[in-house]
């Protein structure tokens, strides 16, 4: 069983930058696409940004394109969100999800693991 945990949200000033952390245990994330999302107050969740297993496709919402930058280190079975220039609206629950397989899947439906989210605040 795959059991995903996220870690590294908090409260950022706008300009500034926070990075998420994604792991696991019980199995490793090295042959799973990787996905984050988040959910803020009173919307759907959307997209943010995916990886594939291999690390070769990312692909980013409008919205934080040349903001935010998804990686992964396969030596340490991380997943990396780095979330730089944020902006209030920003200010969401960010999930870490993983899905089987070498595509970078977008839709949150297709992700069949989750964790229980991170609280990523952006304010003055």
């Known amino acids: 069983q795959l059991h995903i945990v996220e870690s590294g949200g908090g409260l950022a000033q706008p300009g500034g930058s926070l990075r998420l952390s994604c792991t696991s245990s019980?199995?490793?994330?090295?042959?799973?696409?990787i996905g984050w999302f988040r959910q803020g107050p009173g919307q759907e969740r959307e997209g943010v940004s995916t990886?594939?297993?291999?690390?070769?496709?990312?692909k980013y919402a409008d919205s934080v394109k040349g903001r935010f930058t998804i990686t992964r280190d396969k030596s340490t079975n991380m997943v990396y969100l780095q979330m730089n220039s944020l902006k209030p609206e920003d200010t969401a629950v960010y999930y870490c999800?993983?899905?089987?397989?070498?595509?970078?899947?977008?839709?949150?439906?297709?992700?069949?693991?989750w964790g229980q989210g991170t609280q990523v605040t952006v304010s003055s």
């Open positions: 019980g199995l490793s994330l090295n042959d799973y696409a």
């Open positions: 999800a993983a899905e089987p397989g070498n595509k970078a899947p977008w839709s949150p439906d297709e992700y069949d693991y």
């Open positions: 990886i594939s297993s291999g690390g070769g496709v990312t």
